[in-house]
């Protein structure tokens, strides 16, 4: 009899145990479901930097900009799904929520705008089918305004397949504003961008949702702003071996035999 209570005694304490180590695990998992429900989304598993590297002390305000120390572009090539290659087009977005990270001061108001833009995705396809898409970071775009020049270095550019139907991409970009024709450099900032896109094979559309967090020449986060839009196809895809004076065929076939994917190469 004295083994018997010795035992149910032991046995209790150990359910007790057993029951808080569960009330602890409980409370955590909770714990961390609240701050996710009212944190901002973010697109997936996918966060943003919390900082960002100061630039180049030669790209700051004040200094005179020089467009031959832009490094050359990679042949870096990555696997998209076959739903996302093609030419796609947006008309309009929507802005559904910005913070000022300096302050705290968040707008959830929606608002839309114009916002007519074209893209592309997938450059060559491999001899099994897969779709691939000439990444090339780093690369520098400019546009052309009222006494400016506005640089995009691209400094990054990361694709990540979460989903059969759903794709992220994340960028990082460094803004450079000119003026002009000094070509003193007016202002510096970088971004960085996640975009993910959903697709809707029954209508053939893409719904976009994205992340853009701005941080200033130091690295410094500044604000964050969450856009939506749907994204319609305006071209199937095809092959394209030359683009902007360079032979992506040739590329592709250098990076395939680079990675050791020799039996990849088309014929």
């Known amino acids: 009899m004295k083994n018997t209570v010795s035992n149910d005694g032991e046995n209790s304490k150990m359910s007790y145990r057993t ?46 900009y020089d467009e031959t120390a832009d490094k050359p572009m990679s042949n870096a090539w990555v696997r998209i799904p076959h739903w996302l290659a093609g030419i796609w087009s947006i008309k309009e977005e929507t802005t559904v929520f910005q913070e000022d990270l300096k302050t705290g001061r968040r707008d959830r108001e929606q608002h839309s705008f114009t916002a007519k833009s074209k893209f592309g995705y997938g450059k060559q396809t491999d001899r099994t089918g897969q779709i691939w898409h000439y990444v090339g970071v780093p690369y520098t775009s400019d546009t052309t305004m009222s006494g400016l020049i506005e640089y995009h270095q691209v400094l990054e550019k990361d694709v990540s397949i979460q989903s059969t139907n759903k794709v992220s991409v994340k960028t990082r970009v460094i803004v450079v504003k000119v003026r002009k024709p000094s070509g003193d450099i007016k202002e ?38 969450c856009n939506k839009a749907t994204i319609h196809r305006q071209n199937k895809y095809s092959v394209i ?27």
Not at 19 to 33: G, H, S
Not at 246 to 265: E, I, P, Y
């Open 241 to 267: 071996n030359e683009e902007y004076g360079r032979d992506l065929k040739s590329l592709f076939h250098q990076f395939l035999l680079s990675q050791g994917l020799a039996t990849l190469v088309p014929n």
């Open 188 to 225: 510096t900032y970088q971004q960085e961008s996640i975009n993910t896109y959903t697709y809707d094979p029954a209508e053939d559309v893409i719904a976009m949702e994205s992340s853009t967090k701005a941080f200033n020449a130091d690295g410094t986060p500044v604000s964050l702003t």
């Open 19 to 64: 029951l808080i180590l569960r009330l602890i695990i409980l409370a955590a998992f909770l714990l961390n479901c609240s701050k996710a429900s009212i944190a901002e989304p973010l697109q997936g598993k996918i966060e943003h930097s919390r900082k960002m590297p100061s630039v180049n002390k030669m790209l700051k305000p004040g200094i005179h």
